[in-house]
Nanobody, 130 residues
């Protein structure tokens, strides 16, 4: 089992950048596929980005492609989401998620739907003002 804690959220202006971090405790992150999702008020949870267990593959939601970058440092048990050129529509609570190797047998496999993940952080608020 793994526990996830997000940090790095805050209030920024349109065009600014933020870097979110997701620190994992318990088993090392190298055994988990990781992802970021977000949920704005009144909207469904939305896929943002995901990275494979090996870190060799990434996937992004259409609304963030070219602006956001997901990365992982397994030595630090941390996954990052670098968010550039932020827009007001990026305002949401951002959640980190993890799925164990028992559900993700291939180290290059990337998970893009919420139901594929077993563990979730508590979320961090990102607010982008216009």
């Amino acid at each position: 089992q793994v526990q996830l804690v997000e940090s790095g959220g805050g209030l920024v202006q349109a065009g600014d950048s933020l870097r979110l971090s997701c620190a994992a405790s318990g088993r090392t992150t190298g055994t988990y596929a990781m992802g970021w999702f977000r949920q704005a008020p009144g909207k469904e949870r939305e896929f943002v980005a995901a990275v494979s267990r090996s870190g060799s593959r990434t996937e992004y939601g259409d609304s963030v492609k070219g602006r956001f970058t997901i990365s992982r440092d397994n030595a630090k048990n941390t996954v990052y989401l670098q968010m550039n050129s932020l827009k007001p529509e990026d305002t949401a609570v951002y959640y980190c998620a993890a799925s164990p190797s028992s559900r993700v047998p291939f180290i290059s496999q990337v998970l893009t739907t919420a139901d594929q993940y077993d563990y979730w952080g508590q979320g961090t608020q990102v607010t982008v003002s216009s």
